[in-house]
């Protein structure tokens, strides 16, 4: 995918994560990190997306809410710790920066 692409769908991706509760989103200077579910009763499926800055580059995938419990943990005890700050998106003035990062790749 191009560059402009996946920065259009990293935008809708954010936009679905606000949208949808409970789900996560990270944003560090160097890559935005979602996770979330993609049907707000039943919450059996879960999208997990990053975003790197550097090179636009998306990963996305399904998961379970198991593997999405795991993969969290995951990217909390080894994406994080390098940080000072716990990048977790909790205003939506915090996320209209989020996109601005994400548009001036």
């Given at each position: 995918m191009s560059k402009d692409e996946n920065i259009?769908?990293?935008?809708?991706h954010i936009?679905?994560?606000?949208s949808n509760t409970p789900s996560i989103i990270i944003s560090?200077?160097?890559?935005?990190y979602c996770l979330?579910?993609?049907?707000s009763t039943s919450k059996e499926n879960w999208i997990e997306v990053s975003?790197?800055?550097?090179d636009a580059s998306l990963e996305k995938r399904t998961l379970t809410p198991k593997e999405a419990l795991i993969?969290?943990?995951e990217e909390i005890t080894h994406g994080l710790p390098?940080?000072?700050e716990l990048p977790i998106v909790?205003?939506?003035e915090d996320l209209d920066e989020v996109k601005k990062k994400i548009k001036g790749v």
């Amino acid at each position: 995918m191009s560059k402009d692409e996946n920065i259009s769908k990293m935008l809708k991706h954010i936009d679905d994560a606000w949208s949808n509760t409970p789900s996560i989103i990270i944003s560090t200077n160097d890559y935005v990190y979602c996770l979330f579910p993609t049907d707000s009763t039943s919450k059996e499926n879960w999208i997990e997306v990053s975003f790197t800055l550097q090179d636009a580059s998306l990963e996305k995938r399904t998961l379970t809410p198991k593997e999405a419990l795991i993969y969290l943990m995951e990217e909390i005890t080894h994406g994080l710790p390098e940080y000072a700050e716990l990048p977790i998106v909790l205003k939506i003035e915090d996320l209209d920066e989020v996109k601005k990062k994400i548009k001036g790749v």
